[in-house]
């Protein structure tokens, strides 16, 4: 791939931009509110910038110093834990971006019926999946043309998105009252304790975050690797402001209590309830904007990982097959066609956003645990440290913090979902196994992955056991 049809910094920090400003930041005031009150929000925030600021220093760092991993999320895992382990990590992370992106058209349709009734506030109803299915197949032929194009526009529109998000911050401080902000300041009894708080915030915070590794799994398409940990760091800084002043300011125009009964999206009922109508107006069509940009940030960055997986013969070869456009065009294929199966799959279990992001966003942890881990596992390895060991201390304590901080939020997460995982997990098994054949290597290489493989599909047996009695449910 020539450079000039590479990625530049600008086009790096718009990838991470659009598939982090999506649509969880207008959903974010009243999701917060609901399990937490002002002073355990500012912890939860407190904490989980901390924790995602370290996982942004890994991503960073593993650029800098591993620069030949050009695969991200997928690279990282497989040269740590090899073959198998590496697969179920882009394995999962394809899916999880995949949910994400149903989640996405499930709210931009949801945006749409404050001005259209044809679709349902949940934007999971049949006009809702017709167009939503026709913008998917339109998003497909864009990214077929190359991805530096849709990287373009992609940056247009994450441009475009941010002026209703600024009117929303800029009028928030106006109107801002003290007494809101004050009102269950601790929370309620409902609610349980400040820890029981933190950790509602942490976990209704971490879809906001999802797109932090978006530069990584496009690192191959950068021009200048030492822009990808550049990109990280911005984008995310960029965001973090974003969101802390969002979610605080809320719960000074409106209090807790009311903020927490608001529907999707909560931005634009607090703008309406601040100025009128024309505030709703302008945040919903600022959603439909940034929605549509998410999605083409995160179909590009869902259509890498199983073109880099394929490549190095974890996947199907059929996915590692590029058009005249350098596209990763039967990957490109392969997402589209399973994005509209879920979309379809919304439809007939009446799954509305919140049950599809929180799918997707614990399944992301485990990527970012694998990464964490991977880099912790090379700073204390050292070898990335011939020439000098300048920062090897600082990037330790970043490594291990990254890796508490992931851990926390699968505890945070709960049996439930990681069980969910398990059943994706063990679909996945049958791709890898296909590869392998392919490929005319052994399945498994080491006894841990055979472990691996016997504890996926037991938990991917006792869900499905649980779901059959309607002990837990996927909707």
Known sequence: MGNEKKLGLIGLIGIIIGAMVGGAIFSLPSQVVQGAGGFAIIIGWIIAGIGVFSLAFVYQLLSNKKSELTG???????????KYIGFNSAWIYFLSSIFGDVAYVSLLFGALSYFFNIFNPNGNNLPSVICGSIIIWIINMLILKGVKQAVFVNTVVTIAKLIPIIVFIVV???????NNFSFEFFGSPSLGSIFTQVKSTMLATLWSFVGIEGAVVVSGRAKKLSDVGKATIIGLSGTIILYILITLLSLGVMN????????????????????????AIIINVGLVISLIGALLGWTVITAELPYVAAKDGVMPKFLAKENKFNAPSSSLWFTSIITQIL???????NSGYEILYSIASTAILIPYFLSALFSLKTTIKGDIYIKSSKGKIKDMIASIMAVIYTIWLLYAAGPKYILLNCILFAIGLILFIWAKKESNEKIFNAWYEILIAIIIIIGAVIAIYLMATGVISAT
């Open 72 to 82: 991200g999320i997928y690279s990282y895992a497989k040269e740590g834990f090899g």
């Open 172 to 178: 928030a401080i106006i109107l801002f009252h003290a």
């Open 256 to 279: 807790r209590m009311h903020l927490s009964q608001l529907n999707n999206p909560s931005m634009a009922y607090i703008l309406q309830f601040a100025v009128g109508k024309w505030g």
């Open 343 to 349: 979309i379809l799959y919304s439809y007939f279990s």
